[in-house]
């Protein structure tokens, strides 16, 4: 049997690169919008041409429930697991025409005898595999109790990893060339205008490849499909665990289904006006709030180096750290560093990059040790400041087809895990402004305020600017609920990704929501609080929940070893 001990430890490992990735955190920040255009049409009544079948004015759907085929999963370490894919509608307006591939897995019940149902799973993005995520978390996502009682079940929503994905390219290589090409963001006037020229390329490519797909991509949709599989599981009402852009999909959930949620627990969440943002002409990395969370969880990270000091924290060997990283930055900005890699070569490394890296690290505090050192690394390489005679040694940083399916069939294009997963949701769940070229503008008023991690995420809307693509089923509000379930919503203090801010005013919108605050850093409770953990088993196992309660995280950065941030994952995710 596993230790309690060692499930933490692997889950902190796994969490230490999955959190990096969580809600617009792990590709080129260039890569993660919102539609521009005009705004998606409410679901308040029944759309137009329903032909019988589809949506409600209350979100129902009336489509084919379908069958799950479960068998083996394919992979080394995966016996645990059963896999499936189904057929759900592509258009729920039209149950009986076209249809999108479905992929799952499970994790069954450890107490078959004790099995109350399935529990529900997204670990955010959008663009997250559900699929390969669970595979890599595993039972570890939650505490032994809950799962001797629930079958853990993962899916990857329409458009994302093997669920009929939004590619936009002809395939991974065409992709990552690209991208190898694509700053985290724009730092000086004549990038912003060959930057904005990049995002073209990739809106107007992900539309010729993927258009279809993204236009049916929608959070709502997404809903509706976990409403078929709830039911395909044989589950009166949905059991749910959402983390990051997972609340945006619960809420909506919610919103669409109000009478069949059973339980959710909602950790890291968004303002769900400000991720539609119906009649906003705000920018959407301004909306959501990440420049102000990152730049408040990144003043703790060097207030508690100093308070750590040189035998400790590398940075406050080389003076005051937030300091030194100011130093470093400027000096990255005149001229990027050759940073020596573990296989002996050499990495360019600029001010972007290392704005985009502090973003991602932030996320997992028990990784600060890891950022502490890159920097201190930096620092040095970059000239910014001279290192110490004793430094420490640094370490390795149903219609005819659509254009894009035909390509598929003649074999010119192929299916892969692509950005156009990440983009697909966000471009037709969201506005943006509609005109690119008042970015660099806007852009430097949030950096003005958030220095540095203003101009890192203010970008985030630009792709979607030039992507052909709209859902009319997609739903952005209105966002205040009926339903009668209590839900379990958690908020972590200093949260890079969705500010803690927001998380009393997402409880706010829920007749009985019960917020849980952890007293600690980083972005969502995945492998940071045993006491979190305990209070979603007594949610979720005995239907108990005090509201107003608060945990202490395990980890205190700079006080434990830390796990290298990318250790354990191989395929990135949203």
Request: charged share 20%.
């Amino acid at each position: 049997m596993t230790s309690r001990s060692t499930t933490t430890r692997a889950v902190r490992a796994a969490a230490s690169t999955l959190a990096a990735v969580l809600l617009l955190g792990g590709v080129p920040a260039a890569a993660v919008a919102g539609p521009g255009g005009d705004p998606p049409r409410e679901t308040g009544s029944a759309p137009s041409g329903s032909g019988g079948g589809g949506p409600t004015a209350a979100g129902q759907v009336d489509a084919p429930v379908p069958e799950i085929p479960w068998g083996p999963c394919d992979g080394e370490g995966l016996e645990a697991f059963d896999c499936a894919s189904v057929e759900v509608p592509t258009d729920y307006d039209r149950p009986d025409g076209r249809t999108t591939t479905i992929a799952l897995t499970r994790l069954p019940a450890t107490d078959p005898d004790a099995r109350v149902g399935s529990l529900f799973t997204n670990f955010g993005g959008p663009g997250g595999p559900g699929v390969a995520n669970l595979h890599l978390l595993g039972g570890s996502i939650v505490a032994p109790e809950v799962h001797a009682e629930y079958d853990l079940v993962g899916f990857d929503p329409r458009a994302v990893g093997t669920s009929d994905p939004a590619t936009c390219f002809r395939d991974a290589e065409r992709e990552n060339a690209f991208f190898a090409d694509v700053p985290a963001f724009p730092a000086t006037g004549r990038d912003e205008v060959r930057f904005l020229g990049q995002m073209a390329v990739l809106g107007a490519s992900c539309s010729v490849f993927s258009a279809d797909r993204i236009s049916s991509s929608s959070t709502a949709n997404v809903a509706r499909d976990m409403d078929l599989l709830r039911q395909a599981v044989g589950d009166e009402k949905l059991t749910y665990l959402g983390y990051s852009y997972g609340t945006v999909l619960g809420a909506t959930y919610a919103a669409l289904f109000p009478d069949r949620v059973g339980s959710m627990v909602l950790d890291g969440t968004m303002d769900v006006d400000a991720w539609s943002g119906v009649g906003s002409d705000e920018l959407l990395g301004a909306r959501i709030g990440q420049a102000a969370g990152s730049t408040e969880t990144f003043g703790e990270f060097v207030r508690l180096c100093q308070e750590a000091g040189p035998s400790t924290c590398a940075l406050a060997s080389l003076g005051d750290p937030a300091e030194v990283v100011e130093a470093t930055y400027a000096a990255l900005r005149e001229e990027p560093v050759e940073a020596p890699m573990p296989d002996g070569s050499t990495a360019e490394i600029g001010y972007p990059d290392t704005v985009g890296l502090v973003f991602q690290y932030l996320y997992e505090p028990v990784a600060w040790g890891d950022l502490d050192l890159t920097l201190a690394q930096l620092a040095v390489l970059s000239g910014a400041v001279e290192a110490p005679p004793a430094a420490r040694q640094p370490r390795a940083l149903g219609a005819a087809p659509s254009l894009g399916e035909l390509l598929r069939r003649a074999g010119y294009a192929e299916d892969y895990p692509s950005i156009g997963g990440s983009l697909a949701s966000l471009c037709v769940d969201t506005t943006t402004p509609g005109r690119p070229w008042q970015y660099p503008a806007k852009v430097d008023a949030l950096d003005a305020q958030y220095p540095h991690f203003g101009r890192l995420r203010g970008w985030v809307g630009a792709p979607c600017e030039f992507i052909a693509a709209h859902d009319e089923d997609a739903f952005t509000g209105p966002w205040d609920q009926t339903t009668e379930a209590p839900v379990l919503v958690i908020g972590t203090r200093y949260d890079p990704a969705t500010p803690y801010g927001f998380t009393q005013p997402y409880a706010d919108r829920w007749p009985d929501a019960r917020v849980l605050t952890v007293e600690g850093w980083g972005h969502t409770i995945l492998g940071k609080s045993a006491c979190a953990e305990e209070a979603v088993a007594r949610y979720l196992v005995d239907g108990e929940a005090t509201d107003g309660a608060t945990c202490a995280q395990d980890v205190v950065p700079f006080e434990s070893p830390t796990v290298p941030l990318g250790e354990t994952l191989t395929t990135p995710m949203m």
